[in-house]
Structure formats: structure tokens, C-alpha cells
């Protein structure tokens, strides 16, 4: 059955390649000059953030700029009184260590969970803290590269997400960043948190995904502590 | 070819006679323009990635066969399964195999045109397999047992009032029709069915040949949830969706939010480049992908009218023309609608089977001018309408008026004539009423003939003219 189901599926590839041939050599159109990509904003990390949060905020995110671990600590504990909860899931071995603290329960490292379990879990977590790729300043968005011990579960099956991205992983466009990183993995952009206007185009957030994004541009120290 | 045949009087009628619908559809319309434009407008280089992306297309459509194989040979080297389907029988039967072959009852799907294309529900449901729409908008609609009626907004026909009454109907819930409230409900309901589904199934907006990926774009996160969380992930895609590479796909992800939400970039970009369970331990365990002919290859072989496969779904051809806005998506009888569609459904089904697509237009152009890939709509919609007179797949009657006029045009004398006379003859009507004509003034008027006729003035104004 298989032997026959492959050879059947062959004479559909050469069918389908074979009548693509044959319909361009048919129409004979000549080929056509591609215009350069243009580069749309300066270069200037130091333009680059403000252009970011700008966007972020306009697209319902929240930016914050992290100096030190005192202050990521004091942002995660302020966004779980917000959420009522004081448990949490994290991406990284190091936000597990950095963010633990004695008045609550360590984070669950969600790399590390049972990958039966990790949904169940992350189904019912409020909040998730994970390490992003790069930032994208000419929208807002923030690329997360599948890693080998990386996550993105937690990203989108959890109420509020907070996102770190080193203050040097920034770039203008996604075109600088598809030049920059040639991704070989999968990869997700995000910008801002989930949302729908399919019901009389009212715009409402946390449709199947996160209802809130917060981003952090992380000083390099600080990034090298955490990394 | 699908032999479906386009029946689409009774379709338009029903929506022309209904002023909730048009209501809807006119003000959803109205917004998307006016936020697309603002948007647009900041934007120097708008006409440049335009450019940009018409000449991507226009190569990627010169080396098809190329850059399918290029695909097929990238993904297969990380171990994503891609198969070939020469029509929609054959795409309906891979997929059916599949999930026999897995045994899968429990399915979620992502929004796929595509798939609707295929007819592939109603297949599938026929096979007593129930796949659940996770797209709000197509949750909805599959809960009324509609098609969706627009291509990025499935349920914009509907006020919030009938979607609210829906839910109550077939979800058990108090009545609201608060959005949000609404919302919450689909959202707790389809996140248990996508922490059990076995199987997600998905279009995608493009399929990039190098590195071999597919990128699904989408703002609600179930896109994601369903090409993450069952462990085998099936994609059917149309062949025309390629790209050459990551550069290429950086311009497309410019044009397409803009054009078809008035986003700056939608919330969500998935790329999938391989199956991710193993070694992350989330993710598909398998990824299929069909890639779908049915019909693609037959127009490519047209040196102009390829263009047409240029199109990326985004919808602004729709959110921009009059006669979409006043008789919705349900009236060109077809799953891809609006001028695309009216260009699309007389090459996919054939030219008599849907003889009456091209001529719902007026040819105004709005459509091309907002193509993010700049496809000549209007120019393909008037080779497309000489298509279907040429396959004699018009009515006799209508044949018969168009050859007398032709006569009548050729012979000056006889042609002044045939224009005084019903000048003359209306003055025996009413005032206010003009000649009916059987078929064209049922929903419009013809409009009273000018008592002294072009020539008539044009002659006085050189008259007056030369005096000056």
C-alpha cells in the first residue's frame, strides 16, 4: 500500500513540475529586474529604542528598560500582585535562579517540564518570563529563535507574557534582521499581545494568546549576568 | 476543472434585499479604508515594496518548478513531509489518508482558504471527522453553518446582537452580545479543544523555497495553539505561495498587514521550518504539507492573466470596491470573492461555468490602485468578460442586442435615427418614467433619453463656440 501510495504521489509531483514547465515555456514572459530592499530607518541603536517603545505602546505593549536585577525583580513582583498569584513560569535556567525569592514559590523552569504536563501547567499560569531574540524597532515586535533548550509555550498559553531582549539585539526592520541572523530554526514574531476584531471589527485583546505583552530592554551587563 | 457551476443571481438578490447585511458590510468597509490609508500614507516607500513585490512574484512565477523543488529538497532534509496534489480530490483523499493512517478523530484548524477551496470540511465531515474551526470569525461561522463572506473577516455580515444569540443557541450561554464577554467564551471553549487536539490543520501565507518554511501570519495566537500543540501538524498550501527566501518574505510582511488589517505588522509571524517536538519537547511531532495545484499550473501557462496568481489574500481589493460593499461576500457564490474572486472563480471553474463573475464590476480600479502586488484586475476582468462572450456562454438575447448595435453603429444615418426615436417615443411615459427594459430595470432605472440627443447639443456648443 505505501509502495503504491508513494509511486502515485511521484506521478503527481512530475504531473504538477511537468505542466509548470510546459505553461512556461507556453507563456514565454521575460524576466523582470527586482528592486533593492530600502532601508526605512537609521541605524542608531540609540533612535532605534524610543522607535521601539513608541511602537510597542501603540500596539498595547508595555517597555520598560531594565538597568539591574533589582529592578527585573521588582517588576516581576509588581505584575504578580497585579495578577493575584504569586507562582510563575520561566524559559531559562538563569531567570530561574535570578528570580527566585523567599516569599514565593520558585518558578517552574519550563524547559525542564514534562512536555505532557507543560501544557496542563502553562494552561492556568498567569505569568510567563522568557529571553527573546532581537527586537524589531520599525514595529514593535520582538523575535523569538527556537533554541535547543527554548520554549514558546509559555508564550502564548500563559495571561501576560514578559519578554527580555538585550539592549545590543536591536535592529531596524525585519529585513536587517533576516540578514543579520539567517535563522536555520523556526522562529515567531510577536507584536503586542493576541487580539481579534472579528465581531464588528471591535478590537479586543487576549483572543486565544496572551491578553498582556510587557518587553524589556535589558542593559548588556545585565543580559550577560542573565545569559 | 470543478464542475461547479455559479448561480449567482439569487445570491445577489437576496443580499441586495437585505439592509442589515449591506449596513454591516458598508460601515466594516468604510473604517478598514479610512485606517488603511492613514496608514499607507506614512509609509515613503510604499510604491517601492510594491514594486518590489510584483517583481518578486513575477520571478518566483517565471521558476516555479525550481523553487517547489527547492522547497520539497529543504524541507525534507529536516524531516517536514511534503506532498503533491494535482486537484482537490486528491488534496480532500492525502489528507483523509493521513488521519486515518493516525487514526485521528480530535482535529482543530487554523483559518486556510485553501482548504475551503478543497471543499475540505464537508469532505471530511462526510468521513465522520469533525475538525473545529479556531479562527474567531470561522467559529462563528461554523456554528451557523455559513461560508465565511469575507476573506480576512469571515463574520462581518453578522451584528453582534446575531452572534450573541448564536452563542446562546449553540454554546448554552446567557445572552450577551458584549464582544469581549463573547470572546472569553470562544476563547475558554477552543482552548480545551487545543490542549486535546490530535491534529492541527493549517494554510500558510507563504512558503519560503530557502530555508523551507512555511510563515503563517494571524493576530489571535490559534494559529499558533494549532500548529503547536497537536503533535502532528498538516498545512495545505497552493503552489503560487512561494517565495525565494527571507528577504523576499521581509517586503510581503510589509504589504500584508497593511493591506489587510491596517496593522503595521500582525501580532503574531509563525515561521515553521521543522518539526520541533523532538528536540524541544513542544511542537509537532510530524509536519505534512500539500502543495496544491488544482487548476494553478493551467493559468500560469497565460501570459497575463498569471498575474492573478500573484495575489497574497490580504482582502484591500475587497475593502475597496463598490459592488463588495453592496452585496457582501455571500454573492459571488464562491470562496474567494470581491475582485479577486471575480477574477480567480472564471479560471478555477471555467469560463461558462461562472460566465457572470467578471461582469461584477464596475471597473473603477480602486482595486488595483490598493493591490499590495499590483495586480491589473480591471484589465484582467475585461479579458475575462471577452473570454466568456467568446465561449458563447452569454444569453442569446444579449448576443442579438450587441450585433444590432454593432450594425447600427457602422451606418451614421441609421444610428441618429435609432437615438431620436426614443426621445420622441418616451414622451408618451410619465414625467418621471423611462422605458423598461426586461432584466436590467428591475432593480434599476434606465433613465429618461435627452430630448435633443448628443449630436444635437454638440453642434449648438460649436455653434456657440465659433460665435465667441
Redesign the interface.
Known sequence: MAKA?GAA?ND??D???N??????D????S????????E?LPGNPDELWPRFEQ?LVR?AGEFHILEDLGALQALVTGILQQLGTNEFAVGRASLQKALGANDRPRPVLV?ETD?VE???LL?TTKLAVSMASFA?A????VAFL?G??????SL?LSECVILLVAEKHIVR???E???RV?????????????????????L?L?????SRLVVCCVRNALWEELS | MNSQSLKLKPLISEAIEDPQLRS?VR??MQ??RESRAGLVAQ?D?WQ?WR??A???K??V?????EY??QFESNCAKKGIHV????DAE?ARQLSL?LIKHHKIKNIVKSKSLTSEEIHLNAFLEKNGIHPLE????EY?IQLKQQTPSHLI????HL??QE?GRLFQEKLGIDYTDD??E???VA?QK??ER??AAEMGISGANFAVAD?G?LCIVE????A??TT??PPIHLAILG?EKILPD??A???F??LLPVSA?S????????????P??E?????AKEMHII?L?NGR??I????QL?ETLFCIRCGACLNHCPVYEHIGGHAYGWVYMGPIGITLSPQFLGRKEAKMSPFLSSLCGACYEVCPVKINIPHHLVRLRNDVIESEANSPLEALVIRAWAALAQRPQLYRMATWLPGKAQQLLPKDKAFPVPGYTKERSLGRFDSKGFRNRFHEWQKQRGQQ
Not at chain 1, 26 to 29: I, P, R, T, W, Y
Not at chain 1, 138 to 141: A, C, F, Q
Not at chain 2, 153 to 156: N, Q
Request: hydrophobic letters at 35%; proline letters at 6%.
Open positions: 501510495e504521489m503527481s509531483r504531473k504538477i513540475l505542466d509548470i514547465r510546459q505553461a512556461r507556453k507563456a514565454q514572459v524576466s523582470e529586474a527586482i528592486p533593492e530592499e530600502q526605512s511602537e500596539i524547559p512536555p507543560r501544557r496542563t494552561d524589531i520599525e514595529t514593535g515586535s527556537y535547543e533548550k527554548s520554549e514558546t509555550l502564548f526592520d525585519k529585513t534582521f533576516f540578514r539567517r535563522p536555520g530554526t523556526s522562529l515567531v514574531f510577536i507584536s503586542g499581545p493576541s487580539r481579534t476584531a472579528d465581531i464588528e471589527k471591535v479586543v487576549g483572543a486565544h494568546g496572551p | 454591516a460601515k466594516a473604517s478598514t509609509y516607500e517601492h514594486d518590489r510584483h517583481a518578486i513575477h520571478e512565477m517565471n521558476h516555479l518548478d517547489l523543488e506532498h503533491w496534489a494535482r486528491q489518508d479556531t479562527d474567531l470569525g462563528i473577516i469571515p463574520a462581518i451584528s453582534r452572534i464582544p469581549e463573547l470572546l472569553q476563547r477552543l482552548r487545543f490542549l530555508p518554511a493576530n489571535e495566537a490559534n499558533h495553539h503547536h500543540l503552489i527571507y528577504e518574505l521581509a517586503t510582511l510589509r488589517t496593522q503595521k505588522a500582525s501580532t503574531y509571524v509563525n515561521i515553521l521550518a521543522e520541533t517536538f528536540r524541544m519537547g513542544e511542537g502543495l495545484d499550473s493551467r500560469l501557462a497565460d501570459p498569471r
